[in-house]
């Protein structure tokens, strides 16, 4: 099958947690349960040591046990795994995109060098060549998100210079609030790209815009949230879609105010999936904080949007 035929990601896609135990160290065995909850809740495509996974907090050691752990499982439970290989050692990801190709993995991505930042899209694209062609049989996703990158280039100039020297090419993973440069995307070549959102807040403002599919760290704990603003938007349930998406505003401004990435690994916990806590530098909420937060989403009804809605 070609490149550009692949199966585009036209679904939700989870950005599950890597698991730790309490003391920080890896705890691979929980993977299992992590592929079992998102498969029961209909999410059969994952996008592992993202930054929902806190890649740049794991060696590269690290990052090849969880590769081997989702492989373990993924099947079993019909679940694509893009493997995210990005890291600011072009040699670390060349290493990484061979491991996720060996594994038989559906895709690999990457989020640009960002220490040493490329200069031009020209640089950029040198970098994600070398990247793509150490897995070449594995669709090739840029994994745009300039908020913690700060590397900002029109991905329309990407993707035309890309498509001339990446053949595995298959699109971006667009966690980037700007939908303007979105849409220009999406109508470069229409058929051409995969771009699945990356942006759980502004889910539905993309689905008007023309995406199809999303990547995000919700859809570990409340799919079926996002499930029925796609639905209702499907259906032209305009003002139901509108108010489903303000609840999700909501609930992840809840996480946000006790910090948003050690509070969603919590709930997690309190979903039967003991993911651990965040690893240094990040933080983790204090029990109080935690309590107060399970109030603040006793209120704003979350519990029954973590499990499939009748």
């Not at 220009?184 to 990356?198: H, K, M, T, V």
Request: aromatic content about 8%; overall charge negative; glycine content about 8%.
């Amino acid at each position: 099958m070609s490149l550009s035929l692949a199966a585009p990601y036209h679904c939700l896609v989870a950005a599950p947690h890597t698991p730790f135990h309490a003391d920080g160290s890896l705890a691979p065995e929980v993977v299992a349960l992590q592929a079992s909850h998102l498969s029961a809740q209909n999410v059969k495509a994952v996008f592992i040591t993202g930054t929902t996974g806190e890649s740049s907090s794991l060696s590269v050691a690290e990052r090849v046990r969880m590769y081997q752990a989702w492989a373990a499982v993924a099947k079993e439970h019909g679940i694509r795994v893009i493997a995210h290989v990005g890291a600011n050692a072009l040699c670390d990801s060349c290493e990484l995109a061979a491991v996720a190709q060996d594994l038989g993995f559906d895709a690999i991505s990457a989020l640009s060098p960002h220490y040493f930042k490329p200069s031009s899209v020209e640089s950029l694209v040198a970098c994600c060549e070398k990247i793509a062609s150490a897995a070449p049989s594995l669709p090739f996703y840029f994994y745009q998100i300039p908020v913690l990158t700060n590397v900002r280039f029109p991905m329309t100039d990407f993707l035309k210079l890309g498509a001339d020297r990446i053949p595995n090419l298959r699109g971006i993973k667009y966690t980037d609030p700007d939908l303007v440069g979105y849409r220009r995307c999406l109508a470069l070549e229409p058929g051409g790209f995969d771009l699945p959102w990356g942006v759980d807040e502004t889910l539905l403002a993309a689905l008007a815009t023309g995406a199809r599919g999303g990547v995000g760290s919700t859809y570990n704990f409340m799919p079926s949230l996002a499930h029925a603003i796609m639905d209702a938007y499907e259906e032209d349930e305009m003002q139901k879609a509108r108010e489903l998406q303000s609840n999700m505003i909501a609930i992840i401004d809840a996480l946000d105010a006790v910090g948003y990435l050690g509070a969603a690994k919590a709930v997690m916990g309190w979903l039967g999936v003991p993911v651990g806590p965040a690893r240094l530098p990040l933080g983790n909420p204090s029990p109080d904080s935690l309590s107060r937060l399970r109030d603040r989403l006793e209120e704003l009804n979350f519990f029954p949007w973590t499990w499939t809605q009748a």
